[in-house]
């Protein structure tokens, strides 16, 4: 009666693993929109830049290179500015683009064009403050052509960043663990 009872536990919990493990393959199979059809995200442990993607990312080694040495430097010694100005520079290389990449253009949660206009108000593109050139965040991130979304729905966000950290093999990994976990602990 408890081998049956084993059988049954490990049935179910293959089953459960197996509808993760496809369910996380389906979010890997994401289209990466800002590029048009066909492209979607792949491993690019090689990105110089952007190397929260590094896992799931649209963009590859030589693109991000590209924008990054296009760029005008950015004056601050305010590292949350930094790091939150290179993340939404890095909006292409989001595997999440079907999400907040519409009609062609890229848009941008409200609440992140505040906290960006907060934190780098004070820092400077030659020579001129961002404090000083724009009244707020929205006029901010509009005058770098993305749509301003009030509603932080379906829309690119600093947030994001830790959704995109995980692998989908790691989460399938430990789900395997702790189904053996559990199988081992009901044999007893």
Not at 29 to 52: D, H, I, M, V
């Amino acid at each position: 009666m408890a081998i049956g009872r084993v059988v049954i536990i490990v049935a179910l919990l293959y089953l459960n693993l197996t509808l993760l493990c496809d369910a996380q393959a389906m979010i890997r199979a994401r289209q990466c929109t800002f590029f048009g059809q066909g492209r979607t995200p792949k491993e690019a442990y090689s990105l110089s830049n952007c190397t929260w993607f590094k896992e799931q990312s649209c963009c590859r080694h030589t693109e991000v290179t590209s924008v990054f040495q296009a760029m005008m430097p950015l004056e601050t010694n305010n590292k949350k500015c930094y790091d939150l100005m290179n993340y939404l520079m890095c909006y292409f290389c989001s595997p999440d683009q079907e999400l907040w990449y519409k009609s062609n253009q890229v848009h941008v949660c409200g609440t992140f064009c505040k906290q960006i206009y907060k934190n780098c108000k004070s820092a400077s593109y030659k020579g001129e403050t961002i404090g000083k050139k724009y009244p707020n965040g929205k006029k901010f991130c509009e005058a770098q052509l993305f749509v301003v979304k009030e509603s932080n729905k379906e829309c690119f966000d600093h947030s994001l960043i830790s959704a995109s950290s995980h692998s989908s093999s790691e989460f399938c990994l430990l789900f395997i663990l702790i189904t053996f976990s559990i199988v081992r602990f009901s044999l007893l």
